[in-house]
C-alpha cells in the first residue's frame, strides 16, 4: 500500500490525469404547466431559455408572474387601494390556474464516470429534480445553488432531465423564503441561473474557499473533499496559484497526502503564500486563479486578493489597509423581472457588461447594493472582473409588521441559517462581494441574535455583515440609512421639504444616527416612471414641486437635478462611508412604485438629464455648491463650495463659480484656486458680483484640477429686478 500511495503522490496528483468534465445545460429546454404537482405532464408544447424565466416561454402561457404577496397586499390596504378583508397571513393569493411548470432536457454523455454531480445554480420556486426517471432529489430554497448528486443515476449516451419549479411562491413550505416584497407586483418563476453536469473521479472536490489574509500576503484554502466510492482512496492534494490570464505559477502549496475512508467527507484547511501578491482594487481588478485537483478531480477558483472592513471608531470603509469611499447605485434584479422588457436580457452578456461595466465607469461609480434578490452567477463573475464593491443582500424586507402582530413575517431560524450557508458558499470567493447584507429595512432581532452569529464563522474573510434597523450584529458592523428627504411631502398634507436646509452646516442629519460606519443606500424618494410620469409612491408629490401645465421633461430634469444636489450634500459632508443611489435597474411600470432611470432599457439609454447631473455628483472629485436659494438680488454674493476628494493623490486647481443665462452665456465669473489632500475635504468661499439682469440663471461651481474633466455644482436661480 505505501509504494501504490508514493506512486500517486509522485505522479497522479502533479499531472491530474483525471480531469473534471463540466457539460453546460445551458439552451432551450422543454417547459408545460400543471396543477398537479405528482406526475410529469404527458407533453411538453413550449419552449423556454434556460437561465430564464418562464415568461420568456414560446408560446407564452396564460397569466403566468401573477401573484400577489402577502406584503404587496398589505401595502395596497395601508395605502387605501384594498380592503382589510383583503389581508392573508400565508404567502399570498396565486391568480393564474397552476401551480408547477416542468422543464425537460435531454443531452449526451460521453462516458459515465465515478461522480456526477447536477448543479443548477438558482431556481425558483423551488427545484425537484429526476434523472432518467429517478428522482434525483429536492432543493426548495430559491436563492441558492441546487447541488444533486446524480453518479449512479446517468447512462453512457442520452439521457434526460426533468426539473419541476413551482409556478409562484405559494407552492412553498411556509418555512422556506421566497422573498418578502412590499412593492413586488409580479412573482416569475423559472431556472433563471446556469445548469451544469459535473463528471470526475475519486476523490471529488465538493467545495473550495479561498480567503486572503488581512495582510495580503498569503491566503487560506478551505477544500471539502469526499470520497463517494465503496473503497479507502489514498491521494496528494495538490493547490496552485497563476494570476488569471497568465500559467505563469505564482504561488504553491505543498503536496498533501491524504487517505479518504468508503463514503468519507473531510475539509482541510491549507495556508499558501503569495509574495508580492497583486492587489484587487475596483481601479485595478487584479484576478487570481487557484487550480486544485486530488488526481480523479479537479477545479478551478477565481479569486482576488483584497480585504475590505468597516471601523466603528473612524467610521469608515477600509479597502486593503486604506480608507476607501463607495460611490454607486443600486440593482434590483427581481423586480426588473417583473418588467415588461426584462425578457431574457438578464442573461445577455453583451447586455449585462454594459449595465455593470460600461456605465458605471462612465458614472464614477464603484460599489453596488444587489437588492433584495440575488443576481446570476455570471453578473459576479463580470462585477469581479469590472471592479466592484457589491453589498449583497438577501431577499428579506418585513418592515415592523403592518396591521398588527398577526401580520409580521416570522421566519424558521433553522431554514434561514441553512439558506445563508448555502448563499454565502455559492458567492465567498468573489472579491467583489464585499459586505454581507442580510435584510432590507427589516425589524426582527432573530437576524442578529441567531442567524447572523451562526453563519458568520463561515466566511474565512470575514466579511462585515449589515443587518438593517436590526442593531449591528458586530463591533464594526456598518448601518445602512434610508433617509428619504421627500418622503413626507409625497403625502397629500405632509410638510414641505425644501432644498434650503441643505444650505446649513450638516442641515440634515442621518436618518439613522449611529455610532457605526454608515451606509446611504436609498435616498432622495423622487421616481419617475421611464416615460416621465410619476409612480404609486410619487404622484402626489410632484404636483407639489411643479406647476400644474409641467410636462414629463419637466419631471425627468427636476428629478436629475435634486437627486444629484443631494448626492452632493451627503458627499460633501462626509456622514457615510458609502452613498448609493436608489435606484440604477428596476421595473418600470404603471402599477410600480418605484423606477429606474432608463430610457431605453433594452439599449442600455440612461435619461439624458439623470446622466448628465449624476455624473457630476459622483466624481471622485466632488463639488458641492451650498445655495439653494430661488433668487439672487443683484450686487456682491459670498458662495460657499465644498469640495471632497476621493481619491489617494491630492487634487489641486481652480474653482470658477459663474452665472449662465439661459441661452448659454456666461454673465458673471469669480475664481479661486483650490487644494485638497488626499481623500481629502475642503471649503471655499467665492465672492461673485451678480449683475442687475434680470431673467432665469444656472449658478455653476466648477472645479477643474487639469485632468480634462472638471466637476460641476449646478442651481437654478432667477435675478430678481432691482427696486427703483
Not at 315 to 320: I, P, S
Not at 627 to 656: C, I, R, S
Request: with cysteine; proline share 6%; charged share 25%.
Amino acid at each position: 500500500m505505501r509504494i501504490f500511495f508514493s506512486f500517486l503522490i509522485v505522479f497522479a496528483a502533479p499531472l491530474w490525469a483525471a480531469q473534471r468534465t463540466t457539460l453546460s445545460l445551458d439552451g432551450q429546454w422543454d417547459i408545460a404547466d400543471s396543477i398537479d404537482g405528482e406526475r410529469a405532464p404527458a407533453s411538453y408544447t413550449h419552449k423556454a431559455p434556460v437561465p430564464g424565466l418562464a415568461h420568456s416561454a414560446m408560446p407564452g402561457f396564460k397569466d403566468v408572474d401573477e401573484f400577489e404577496s402577502r406584503q404587496l397586499i398589505q401595502n395596497r390596504v395601508d395605502r387605501g387601494l384594498a380592503p382589510r378583508s383583503a389581508l392573508v397571513t400565508n404567502a399570498g393569493v396565486s391568480r393564474q390556474e397552476r401551480n408547477w411548470f416542468w422543464y425537460r432536457r435531454r443531452f449526451d454523455v460521453a462516458a459515465v464516470r465515478g461522480v456526477a454531480n447536477l448543479r443548477i445554480a438558482k431556481a425558483q420556486f423551488g427545484a425537484v429534480v429526476w434523472v432518467n426517471g429517478k428522482k434525483a432529489g429536492e432543493h426548495l430554497p430559491c436563492f441558492t445553488a441546487a447541488i444533486f448528486d446524480v453518479s449512479y443515476k446517468l447512462r453512457q449516451g442520452e439521457n434526460e432531465i426533468v426539473v419541476r419549479v413551482g409556478a409562484h411562491p405559494g407552492v412553498l413550505p411556509a418555512s422556506v423564503s421566497a422573498g418578502t416584497d412590499f412593492e413586488k407586483n409580479r412573482w416569475t418563476p423559472g431556472i433563471y441561473d446556469s445548469v451544469s453536469l459535473e463528471l470526475s473521479d475519486n476523490p471529488a472536490i465538493e467545495t473550495i474557499q479561498v480567503a486572503p489574509s488581512r495582510d495580503l500576503k498569503s491566503i487560506t484554502v478551505q477544500t471539502r473533499l469526499r470520497n463517494h466510492s465503496a473503497q479507502a482512496v489514498a491521494f496528494a492534494l495538490a493547490q496552485t496559484v497563476h494570476e488569471w490570464k497568465s500559467n505563469a505559477v505564482a504561488a504553491r502549496a505543498p503536496a498533501m497526502r491524504i487517505r479518504l475512508a468508503a463514503g468519507e467527507e473531510r475539509t482541510v484547511t491549507q495556508r499558501i503564500p503569495i509574495p508580492a501578491a497583486k492587489l484587487w482594487t475596483p481601479e485595478q481588478p487584479n484576478l487570481y486563479v487557484l487550480e486544485t485537483g486530488t488526481g480523479g478531480d479537479t477545479a478551478s477558483t477565481r479569486f482576488g486578493m483584497r480585504e475590505f472592513h468597516f471601523e466603528t471608531a473612524t467610521k469608515r470603509a477600509y479597502l486593503n489597509g486604506r480608507p476607501y469611499f463607495l460611490r454607486g447605485s443600486n440593482i434590483t434584479l427581481h423586480r426588473f423581472f417583473e418588467d415588461p422588457k426584462s425578457g431574457v436580457l438578464p442573461w445577455d452578456q453583451k447586455w449585462v457588461r454594459k449595465l455593470l461595466v460600461e456605465i458605471p465607469k462612465q458614472m464614477h461609480w464603484n460599489a453596488f447594493r444587489f437588492c433584495i434578490g440575488p443576481v446570476p452567477d455570471k453578473w459576479l463573475e463580470i462585477a469581479d472582473e469590472a471592479g466592484l464593491l457589491i453589498q449583497n443582500e438577501y431577499f428579506v424586507w418585513t418592515g415592523r409588521g403592518w396591521h398588527g402582530a398577526e401580520n409580521q413575517v416570522r421566519f424558521d431560524a433553522a431554514e434561514m441559517i441553512g439558506e445563508y450557508g448555502e448563499w454565502m458558499r455559492d458567492n465567498w470567493n468573489h472579491p467583489s462581494v464585499a459586505i454581507w447584507d442580510a435584510d432590507n429595512e427589516t425589524f426582527d432581532p432573530m437576524f442578529g441574535e441567531k442567524i447572523i452569529p451562526a453563519v458568520r464563522g463561515l466566511d474565512l474573510s470575514n466579511r462585515p455583515w449589515e443587518n438593517s434597523y436590526n442593531p449591528p450584529a458586530g463591533a464594526d458592523d456598518p448601518v445602512e440609512d434610508h433617509p428619504y428627504e421627500f418622503y413626507d411631502m409625497s403625502k397629500p398634507d405632509g410638510p414641505e421639504f425644501s432644498m434650503t436646509t441643505f444650505e446649513k452646516p450638516n442641515g440634515k442629519a442621518p436618518g439613522a444616527p449611529s455610532g457605526h460606519a454608515l451606509i446611504l443606500n436609498e435616498y432622495g424618494w423622487l421616481w419617475l416612471n421611464r416615460d416621465g410620469s410619476p409612480t404609486e409612491l410619487t404622484k402626489d408629490l410632484y404636483p407639489r414641486l411643479l406647476p400644474a401645465n409641467a410636462t414629463a421633461e419637466d419631471r425627468l430634469a427636476l428629478n436629475a437635478y435634486l437627486l444629484a444636489g443631494i448626492t452632493e450634500f451627503w458627499r460633501a459632508y462626509r456622514q457615510y462611508a458609502a452613498v448609493l443611489h436608489f435606484v440604477y435597474l428596476m421595473s418600470s411600470d404603471p402599477l410600480g412604485y418605484t423606477a429606474d432611470h432608463f430610457r431605453d432599457v433594452e439599449k442600455l439609454e440612461l435619461e439624458p438629464h439623470f446622466r448628465d447631473y449624476m455624473s457630476q455628483a459622483f466624481a471622485p472629485l466632488g463639488v458641492y455648491l451650498s445655495f439653494w436659494q430661488a433668487k439672487l438680488a443683484a450686487g456682491k454674493h459670498t458662495f460657499q463650495v465644498m469640495l471632497v476628494n476621493d481619491e489617494y493623490d491630492p487634487a489641486a486647481g481652480n474653482v470658477t463659480v459663474s452665472l449662465q443665462s439661459a441661452s448659454g452665456g456666461e454673465v458673471a465669473r469669480a475664481q479661486a484656486p483650490f487644494e485638497v489632500g488626499a481623500l481629502g475635504q475642503t471649503t471655499l468661499y467665492i465672492d461673485l458680483e451678480v449683475p442687475n439682469t434680470p431673467g432665469d440663471f444656472l449658478l455653476e461651481a466648477k472645479a477643474d484640477a487639469g485632468k480634462g474633466q472638471p466637476t460641476l455644482s449646478r442651481r437654478r436661480v432667477a435675478i430678481a429686478a432691482a427696486e427703483k
